[in-house]
């Protein structure tokens, strides 16, 4: 299968003049081969075996563990705001975010079409953090299948859809390889992903945080908190529970974030004498910090501190049973 990978900036979808696009048929201007027919079957990117080897090279997940888990992707165990919690850990990731088409009706409310992800693993400026961008279907849309960027420009020249506009949210969107699954503890047994189109095909992806995972923009860039490794005594090898900043948000946010999955790794060497088991059960434990976020003060259970420079994106899990 040939894929073209199209990156198409906003401005470029919702405000080019029609000159600046190429024809959608040279002799029929009022139809588009990009734009698939109502119930259109758009091609699996599990039938593409270069397809799926980039995602499983690129998807940030240790090959090692979900193949010794059967294609289960299993949660860790940390701490944050006192308790202990479970997480996912997806491998370092930018901390940019790369975006999501989704459709809506006039009211807002998501129109029966998979989102629309300008990305996959693999490919330049890929993120599992999706900027959200509205795309508002007109009266003459009539259930045609959007599959690519492509499709996406023709359908605005073609007026079935409005022009993308900004959420200002983003969510935590991974795209994973097909038959990956997610275990979310409970009595549903693993989750499975659900589909979205890139690149004119269908990708597996785990949409993770329910309505509390929708999180507001901060200063217009997606919010990077932190993640703490422990080090006991002499020992070099951090302990296998980090610290969260951030614990799980009991409500979606309003105007400001209250979740980021998004940790900067900070290595902590705890004061001598201090077990982690007996001691550090949350961020609190180990800093003080200003009303942004910043840590202004160490507590008396921490020698030393060392902010790296890797990301994260190690989600934690709101609710057993689900992503």
Known sequence: MTRQIQIVALGLVAAAPACALDPLVEDDPGASVHVLPPGAEVPYVGDDPELVHQIVVHDGLDDGDLEEAMG???PRVGWAGGAE???????????????????????????????????MPGDPAYSPLRRLQHVVVTAAYDGEVIATLRALADALELGLIEPPVPAGTWVNAPVVAPGTRLDVGGLAGPASPTQAYAGGVR????????ERGVQPLRNGAIP???????????????????????????EPPTDAFNYTPLVNM??????????????????????????????????????????????????????????
Not at 224 to 250: I, K, M, N, W
Not at 276 to 298: K, Y
Request: charged content about 20%.
């Open 72 to 74: 289960i992707i299993q």
């Open 85 to 119: 919690v479970r997480y996912w850990a997806w491998g370092n990731a930018p901390r940019t975010g790369s975006t999501a088409y989704v459709l809506v009706d006039g009211g807002g409310a998501p129109v029966d079409h998979p989102w629309l992800l300008d990305t």
């Open 203 to 210: 990708v597996d992806h785990f949409v993770l945080g329910g």
């Open 224 to 250: 990077v908190g932190q993640a703490s490794e422990l080090l006991e005594g002499s020992s070099v090898r951090p302990l296998a529970e980090p610290v969260f900043q951030y614990a799980a948000p009991a």
């Open 266 to 323: 900070v290595t902590v060497r705890l004061a001598d004498g201090v077990v982690a088991e007996e001691a550090i059960f949350g961020d609190a434990d180990l800093f003080v910090r200003s009303g942004t976020g910043s840590i202004s003060a160490t507590t008396a259970a921490v020698e030393s501190f060392e902010i790296t420079e890797v990301v994260r994106n190690w989600p934690i899990q709101f609710e057993a049973g689900k992503p």
